[in-house]
């Protein structure tokens, strides 16, 4: 029977005004893809911060790490302890190359550590990109990647550390479908008898697919766990929305008098913008309720 690699126990986590996590109790064993899901505030990403240091947990509950009580004092220790999280927003710097990214803050050194070792470096990048099989030059510049190829990049960043437990929030995002199952590939073989994965998603296709077991929270409380291939994803929904989901398909939009709901016309876009609404400067909105 596999062991309990990570236990959470009666975490709770306050922020002023706000109860993000509840008195919250999970678990990952050895060799499992663990799920996390929920809806946007159930405190998934607090939990996941509080488990790699980046938040302190309030008094009270704990971290055990294969059995082992354990305080994380930031990112640092978690990696050190073996805990690595991939985070929606890339922690990389683009005027590095892929490898620098890579080993950022622990590079190889020669002539007694006083000098960067650029070869051993690039050596090391090349060999990990290989066995994760990731077909990028570790000497190309991280600005010059798409955005899929700089989420494999931060993918092998957090592998670098021989981590134990990979935290994965959101990592398919940005993804096409074939990079998707790349994506899945390496997960799958980052998993052994020694590791563990918790992977959150709001993707329930991503979820059935590629994880053992469910852990559902709910406005920052435990919901439950449950298998993944015995339940099916409805019930998972349902234990996210604290309500029976009665359909998959959602109701056709009313129309009024086959007038138009939205309708964009002239519109423009700069490079240097972030919003439609900013760089439309000749765009004309038609609104009507609906």
């Given at each position: 029977?596999p062991?309990?690699?990570?236990?959470?126990?009666?975490?709770?986590?306050?922020?002023?005004?706000v109860?993000?996590?509840k008195?919250v109790?999970?678990?990952?064993?050895?060799?499992?893809?663990?799920g996390l899901?929920?809806?946007?505030?159930?405190?998934?990403?607090?939990l996941?911060?509080?488990?790699t240091?980046?938040y302190?947990a309030?008094?009270?509950g704990?971290?055990?790490f294969?059995?082992?009580?354990?305080?994380?004092?930031?990112?640092?220790?978690a990696?050190h302890?073996?805990?690595?999280?991939?985070?929606?927003e890339?922690?990389?710097?683009?005027d590095?190359?892929?490898?620098?990214?890579?080993?950022?803050?622990?590079e190889?050194?020669?002539?007694?550590?006083?000098?960067?070792?650029?070869?051993?470096?690039?050596s090391?990048?090349?060999?990990?990109?290989?066995r994760l099989e990731?077909?990028?030059?570790?000497?190309?510049?991280l600005r010059?990647?798409s955005?899929?190829?700089?989420?494999?990049v931060?993918?092998a960043?957090?592998m670098s550390?021989d981590?134990?437990?990979?935290?994965m929030?959101e990592?398919t995002?940005?993804?096409t479908?074939?990079?998707v199952e790349?994506?899945?590939?390496?997960?799958?073989?980052?998993?052994?008898?020694?590791?563990g994965v918790?992977?959150i998603s709001h993707?329930?296709d991503?979820?059935k697919?590629l994880?053992?077991?469910?852990?559902v929270?709910r406005?920052?409380?435990?919901?439950g766990?449950?298998?993944?291939?015995?339940?099916p994803?409805r019930?998972v929904i349902?234990?996210?929305?604290?309500?029976e989901?009665t359909?998959s398909?959602?109701?056709?939009k009313?129309e009024?008098?086959?007038r138009?709901?939205?309708?964009?016309?002239?519109?423009?876009?700069?490079?240097?913008?972030?919003?439609?609404?900013s760089?439309?400067?000749?765009a004309?909105?038609?609104?009507?309720?609906?």
């Amino acid at each position: 029977m596999p062991s309990k690699l990570l236990e959470i126990k009666g975490i709770s986590k306050s922020f002023p005004g706000v109860k993000a996590l509840k008195d919250v109790s999970i678990d990952l064993s050895s060799g499992e893809i663990l799920g996390l899901c929920g809806e946007n505030g159930a405190g998934k990403s607090t939990l996941m911060k509080l488990i790699t240091g980046i938040y302190k947990a309030d008094e009270g509950g704990e971290i055990l790490f294969d059995g082992q009580r354990i305080d994380v004092n930031g990112p640092r220790e978690a990696q050190h302890l073996g805990i690595s999280i991939i985070h929606q927003e890339f922690n990389l710097v683009p005027d590095l190359t892929v490898a620098q990214n890579i080993y950022l803050g622990r590079e190889p050194r020669k002539f007694r550590n006083s000098l960067l070792d650029d070869g051993a470096l690039y050596s090391q990048a090349k060999e990990l990109l290989g066995r994760l099989e990731i077909q990028i030059d570790p000497r190309r510049y991280l600005r010059d990647l798409s955005v899929a190829r700089q989420q494999m990049v931060e993918i092998a960043k957090a592998m670098s550390f021989d981590s134990r437990i990979l935290v994965m929030d959101e990592p398919t995002a940005a993804l096409t479908d074939s990079e998707v199952e790349t994506l899945f590939t390496l997960v799958r073989n980052f998993v052994t008898d020694q590791t563990g994965v918790i992977y959150i998603s709001h993707r329930m296709d991503e979820i059935k697919e590629l994880t053992d077991r469910v852990s559902v929270l709910r406005d920052g409380e435990y919901v439950g766990t449950v298998d993944t291939e015995s339940t099916p994803i409805r019930e998972v929904i349902a234990m996210m929305v604290g309500r029976e989901i009665t359909s998959s398909v959602r109701p056709k939009k009313r129309e009024e008098n086959g007038r138009a709901v939205l309708e964009v016309q002239d519109s423009a876009r700069t490079p240097s913008s972030r919003t439609l609404v900013s760089t439309c400067e000749r765009a004309r909105f038609l609104v009507s309720r609906a």
